[in-house]
Structures are given as C-alpha cells and as structure tokens.
C-alpha cells in the first residue's frame, strides 16, 4: 500500500468527508471512527499481523497505568518489563531470521527460521509506546490518557508507515481539548501534502529508477555513472523520506493534528552533529533521549562521550536492519559524530565565515553521501567496488553521453540539489504564499502535480524507503 | 465545514478529471505532446475473463502486427552492390566473440574496416540492453555497421519471450546504424532464442549458425579457434551477399597474419 495510489486517494476522500460530518460530534465517537480507520488501513497493509498493534497498546497502556502507581524499585522493574515485551515482537520480526541463519552457520547446521514478513510501522509504534512508559517513569507527561486515547496514539494512520516518531506530550494535549481547525492549518497540511507528492511521486521515483541499476551490478558502471547513481541516492533517500513525512504532517494538519517536523534541510549542515539534529529528527531525538542520555551522555569525559555516541549510532543503524552494512553505516556516523565533538574545542578556533562554512558544508555532505553507499549497497563487496570505481575509474568522458541519455534524470537530480540552496526564509513565503492563494489556483497545482505524476510514472511504483524499517 | 467540503473538491475534482480521462478516448493534446492517462486498476476477476477471451484474438493482432512490421522492414530496398565504404565496425557479444573476432580482425585488415570489439563474458540481451555499457561504446566508437553476437547464455532459458524487449532495446540503441546479428551455433536444442532474435531482427539482419558444424572446445560449448575462423567465413560470405539488408565488401584475407584491432573484453557481472 503506497500513498499515491488511487484506491487510496478516493478512500482518503470519502474518510475526509466522513471526519467532517462527525467533527462536530462527541469526541469519543471521532476517536472510535479515526482508530477503526487507522486499523482498517493497518490491516489493508498488514493482514492478521495487525492484531499485534491493539495487543501492544492493551499490554503497554495497562503496564504502564500500573507503573504509574508504583515508586522505587518496583517501578523501574515495571519500565524494564513494559520496554521489553514492547520489544519482543519488533525484535522476533526484524531479528529472529538473520539470527538464526547466523547461528546455523557457526554450528554448522541446517536449522533456520521462517523468514517472516516484518509488519509495517511494528517498529514506529513500538517506538511510540516506549517513549510513553518512559515519559510517565520520568514524569515528564501527568496527563491522564484512557485506553482508546493511547490507542488511537499509536494507530493513528498518518505516523503508522513511517513516522514521525511523535512523542506523549505533542500529540495527547491536543487531542483532549476541542480544537479549532483553521482554513489555515487545512491549506497548510494540503501544501505539505503537494509538496510530500512532488518530493516522492515525482523526484524520488524518478531518480530511483537508476540508482537500483547502479547499486544492483556497480562493476557494470564507470567510476562517472557510479558516482551518479550514488549522488542520485542520496537525493532519493532525502526526498522520499521527507516526502513521505511531508504527506504524513500534511495528512495529520488536515485533522487538527500539527506535528513537530521530521527533516529540517539536512544536507546544508556544517558538521555531523548538525546533520542529525536535522535528519529524521524523530528519531534521532528518540535514541538522544532514550538510550544516549541514559547510557550517560555526555556526562562522563569525553571518551566515554564518544563510546556512547557509537553504541547509540550503531543501534540507530541496526534499527534500519540487521545486515552488516546497517552496522557499517551507524559505526561510521558514531565514528565521525564522535570525531567531531572530540575536535569540536579546536574547531572553536575557526571563525565563521562564508569560506569555512562552505567547506565544512561540503565536508560534511561528502561524508554523508559516503555512508549512503554503506546503507544502500546489498553486501560490503558491492560498496567497496562502487566507491573504488568513484576513485579509480573516473572518466569524464561518459557526462555528454550521460546527460544526453538521461536528460530528464539529470535535470531532476540538479533541480533537487539546487532546491538543498532553497533559503527557510523563501521556503516560508512559498508555503505562506501558497495558503492566500485562491481556491482554483490550489486545485489546479494539484491537477498539474498529479499529471506531472503520470507523466513520470515508472511501471513499478517504488515503496516509501522507510517503509521496511 | 465549508473549509472541509472547499478541500474535499480540491481532492475530488483532479480524481474524478483521471478517472474520467483514463477511461474516455478523448486525446488531449497541449502543443507538442500528448497527456498521458493514467492506468486505471481493474478487478481481479474481470481482467481473467477478459484475458481469457481476448488472448487469442489479440495475440493474433499483435503476432500479425509485429510480421507486418518485420515484412516491411525485410522488404525495403536492397542495395544492389555491397557498401564498399571503409566502415567503423563495433563487434560486440559473448564470449562467442573471442573466437570470431581474430578472423574478423583479418577481414578488417583486408577490406580497409576500423574494428572494435568487446567481447562482455557470460553477458546476455538482458545485460546489454539494461546498462550503458553499448550506448558509451557506440557513443565512443560512433560505428557505421554494428555486428553482434548475443544469446549463447541465453540458450536454454525459460523466459525466452521477455528477451524481445532487450533485443528490441540493443536494436533501439543502434538506431539506423546498420547491423547483423549472428545466431548462437547452438551445441543441443535451445529454448527458443535463436527463433526470437531472427523473428525480431528479421532474417536479412540474422545470421542462422545453427546449420554448421563445428568442431568444439574442451568446454564443448564454444568452437575451436579454427573451427570459429571458419564460422565468421561462412558469416562473412553472408554478409556480402543480397540476402543481407545491407551488405558490405567483405573481401576474403590474403593471409592468416594476426591484425590487432582494439579489444575490450569485459569481465562478467556478478549476481
């Protein structure tokens, strides 16, 4: 199930309406219509394995209502409980398989799991579910949820494919008090959305065609073509993701609902540091909180700083996956985060001006597009022969008939890049721009972006990235 | 809710504009170029029952379509006289390559021919047609007749019928540049290749290699050095005759001296 499909869009239509009627309503009934859509829409995708979600939330909500109630010891062996059995299924179904295949092989026998499907979104809602228990044991969020609030929490279809993470305290508050929702907030969320479909549907799809040749066979590809399809994925993994959660925001603004955002123009950070304050901010805000600060840090001496910044990158990396090339990526961002806040007393030194902060723009980016290969590649043999096709087998002399057989691909690819030197300033006059526009100007956008859709269109729609995470 | 009902028609109308344009068999047309439709999804059930009685007929239009298409590419006028220019040729395959290039080398020696070849080991339509590989060749080389031989790997697999989008992609490459397949000198029966390409090239491009006999190699698949001399022989006895769309002066060599021409070889892709 993707996003930009039509049984989608006329169902999101007909949801749409119907939310509309009932607005007005009780607001237990608009919650008991959303959470049955949200379960509908998680079956669709998921089957029977959908019964696993309201089986976390009975768990978690009743353990931590528990919790609640308990001091000293008692409470924190109740968080441990809550955090593991919200675990388990998400660890059986990423982990269980590679595991086994892993053990087979040093005993040298033939037993293996299935592999199972993993169930999409098993690892955005668990994720949910943890920051609750925990936010309630470090009482950092006192209100008082019911079962078919945290339910609706953790269903609520916008966030349930791939985020954002969204925490306790963004989404309970607003769902308890009887909001308003403004022409403003409904044009905002329909900009994100158009902005979500040209971000995914249009770029991303379209680039991604030949990125997969790239990464499938890079020994068939000069060091030129692989160094294309290697920028051409760091562009894709960008746009898609934030697309995607572009649509999600947008979708979730459309109900009343404002999400915090989850990218913030990450490639046009001056160190690594930076960059994850502006990737996938859900995330990396949910490891920083729940797993860097308790491990300590960066209470403890700089080494033991940097010791915990690779452990939690290296489990933001085996989050993605279990493969060694996740392990490879987050080693190599721990690595360089670490480098970086070891160095960071002489970098103090340099002075900020449109020179230094060019070049460690740069720096950075090359590192990050670097590690793309790591996290794209199927197995390390694979990136390794990519990247050393970058530097050994560079030929300039494939960019004419490189641009002349793939126009379209290259103009996308430098349109998206430009677009990274888009200032927030002029992004905001846009979306603001946009939201005054008159009401036939905003269907036609969305008709010219839709047919600009099919016009690109590949056979094969390509699935939002995040999904398999 | 007039907000909502302004922002469901904002969502509704596009819908029902591709659902509507999708179906219709109104074209239309911004200046130069037309609005493509999109794929409407079809039920499960109805897509079987129509495939089940549309098959037969359609299969026939398109098999009839595509004949017509070959025949009136067979039909176009023949040269009288082979192309006596001193051409660029790009000899490009399999390994099938490595055993016809040296005399190949020879004729290109002897009839005045620029030759480059690349043998690509273990390649097949698929790989050809998917890569840049052929486009950075024939962008390098800029060829004026092409000749290929592709298909050995390809002898006994199951989906012979998907390999026509590769050939049609290898033949789409070439543009006009005018060019001659030789078929695989098949060693048992194929699954169906050497039908395929000679159907899409057309017969007066494809060279049927299926007729010889020749003496093989340890590996019993690909021919003896000499046994291959006398292949590209017989191939180029064919390409200087009519029976070719477009032949060429293929004058046989004086001597057997080895010729170096630029070789490229290739080595195979990994799965």
């Known amino acids: 199930m993707a996003f930009t499909t039509i049984q989608l869009w006329a169902a999101f239509i007909a949801f749409l309406f119907l939310f509309a009627l009932l607005r007005k309503a009780k607001r237990e009934l608009l919650i008991l219509y959303m959470i049955l859509v949200s379960l509908a829409f998680f079956y669709q995708s998921n089957r029977w394995q959908m019964l696993l979600l309201p089986a976390t939330a009975i768990i978690s909500w009743t353990l931590t209502k528990w919790m609640s109630r308990q001091e000293g010891t008692k409470r924190k062996f109740l968080l441990s409980l809550i955090i593991v059995l919200d675990l388990l299924p998400l660890l059986f179904f990423k982990y269980s398989h590679p595991f086994s295949e892993l053990l087979s092989q040093m005993l040298n026998t033939n037993f293996s799991l299935p592999s199972i499907a993993l169930p999409i979104g098993i690892s955005f809602y668990t994720f949910q579910a943890i920051s609750y228990s925990v936010d309630i044991y470090r009482r950092q969020f006192c209100l008082k949820v019911n079962f078919l609030e945290y339910l609706f929490y953790l269903s609520f279809f916008p966030l349930l494919l791939a ?242 057989a793939r126009t379209t691909w290259c103009i996308l690819l430098a349109g998206s890049i430009l677009s990274l030197f888009i200032g927030e300033k002029l992004y905001l006059h846009a979306e603001a721009k946009f939201i005054h526009w008159p009401w036939l100007m ?28 | 809710m007039k907000s909502y009902l302004k922002l469901i028609a904002i969502f509704l109308l596009p819908l029902a504009f591709v659902i509507w344009y999708a179906d219709s068999p109104v074209q239309l047309p911004p200046p130069g170029w037309k609005l493509s439709k999109m794929q409407l999804p079809t039920p499960k059930e109805e897509t079987i029952t129509v495939s089940k009685t549309r098959k037969t007929s359609e299969t026939r239009k398109t098999s009839k379509a595509i004949r017509a298409r070959n025949a009136s590419k067979a039909i176009a006028p023949l040269p009288s006289l082979p192309d006596s220019s001193a051409h660029r040729i790009l000899f490009f395959g399999d390994s099938m390559v490595e055993g016809l290039l040296r005399r190949m080398n020879c004729y290109a020696f002897a009839n ?160």
């Open chain 1, 442 to 469: 905003k269907l036609i956008t969305l008709m010219l972006v839709v047919q600009i859709v099919i016009e690109l269109q590949t056979s094969n729609i390509q699935p939002f990235l995040y999904f398999r995470f």
């Open chain 1, 163 to 404: 985020g954002p993470i969204t925490r306790a305290q963004t989404f309970f508050p607003q769902i308890k008090r009887k909001s308003i929702i403004s022409e403003r907030l409904l044009y905002t969320g329909l900009w994100l959305v158009i902005l979500g479909i040209i971000k995914k549907a249009i770029v991303a799809d379209y680039i991604a065609q030949y990125n997969d040749w790239i990464f499938a066979m890079p020994d068939a590809y000069s060091g030129f073509e692989c160094l294309m399809g290697l920028l051409g994925f760091s562009m894709q993994i960008y746009l898609d993701f934030s697309g995607y959660s572009d649509i999600s925001i947008g979708i979730a603004a459309m109900l009343g609902i404002r999400l915090c955002e989850n990218f913030a123009f990450p490639y046009r950070s001056r160190n690594l540091t930076e960059f994850w304050h502006r990737w996938h901010i859900s995330l990396s805000t949910w490891f920083r909180d729940y797993l860097y600060i308790p491990l300590g840090g960066n209470r403890h001496g700089t080494l033991r700083t940097c010791f915990n910044l690779l452990v939690t990158m290296i489990a933001a990396g085996l989050w993605h996956g279990s493969t060694l090339m996740f392990l490879i990526w987050g080693a190599l961002h721990g690595i360089g985060i670490a480098i970086h806040k070891a160095s960071r007393p002489f970098l103090r030194d340099i002075r900020d001006n449109w020179l230094t902060i060019s070049v460690s723009r740069f720096l950075t980016l090359c590192f990050v597009i670097l590690c793309w290969a790591f996290f794209r590649a199927p197995d390390l043999n694979s990136a390794c022969l990519l990247l050393s096709s970058i530097f050994t087998r560079m030929d300039l002399s494939y960019a004419e008939p490189f641009f002349a």
């Open chain 2, 112 to 271: 005045g021919y620029d030759l480059t070849n690349i043998v690509w080991y273990s390649s097949t339509t698929e790989i050809w047609s998917q890569t840049d590989t052929l486009r950075y060749f024939i962008n390098k080389v800029k060829p004026t007749f092409a000749m290929i031989s592709i298909g050995a790997n390809e002898q006994f697999v199951k989906d012979v019928a998907m390999r026509e989008t590769y050939i049609r992609q290898i033949m789409k490459l070439l543009g006009d540049t005018p060019f001659i397949w030789i078929g695989v000198p098949a060693w048992k029966e194929d699954s169906g290749i050497n039908e395929l390409t000679q159907r899409v090239v057309g017969k007066n491009r494809y060279f049927d290699s299926r007729g010889l006999t020749l003496q093989r190699g340890r590996d019993r698949m690909h021919p003896t050095f000499s046994a291959a001399s006398e292949w590209m022989d017989s191939v180029a006895v064919w390409m200087a005759s009519p029976a070719t769309a477009h032949p060429i002066r293929m004058n046989l060599p004086t001597d057997d001296k080895k010729h170096i021409y630029k070789t490229y070889a290739l080595q195979p892709l990994r799965n």
